[in-house]
């Protein structure tokens, strides 16, 4: 797959910090803005992911409970290891 260039506008701010770590890590502001991206978009795909799993859990009719979340925030401040509750809710699949 080739390279292609786009164009964007960024602030003057934003501008000046990027060519200053660009700069820094002595590479191109391109290729920093195309890692930014590439990240960017990753992240991106990992969410959809872990939506996509958890749609589906939800139209299996399995659920956390509310009170299972707020006991675990609860934990979090703590224990910030405290592992993520089980489902505890199991309705009749949807369908």
Do not use: C
Not at 22 to 28: C, D, T, W
Not at 42 to 68: C, M, Q, T, W, Y
Request: hydrophobic share 45%; no cysteine; proline share 6%.
């Amino acid at each position: 797959m080739g390279e292609v260039p786009i164009s964007l506008h960024l602030t003057a701010e934003t501008k000046r910090e990027l060519e200053e770590h660009a700069r820094q890590l002595n590479v191109s502001v391109a290729e920093i803005a195309e890692r930014a991206i590439a990240s960017y978009l990753e992240i991106l795909a990992r969410e959809r992911a872990i939506l996509k799993e958890r749609l589906a859990d939800a139209d299996k009719g399995v659920f956390v409970s509310s009170e299972a979340i707020l006991e675990w925030m609860e934990r979090l401040e703590t224990d910030i290891d405290s592992p993520a509750p089980e489902p505890d809710v199991f309705l009749p699949p949807r369908g």
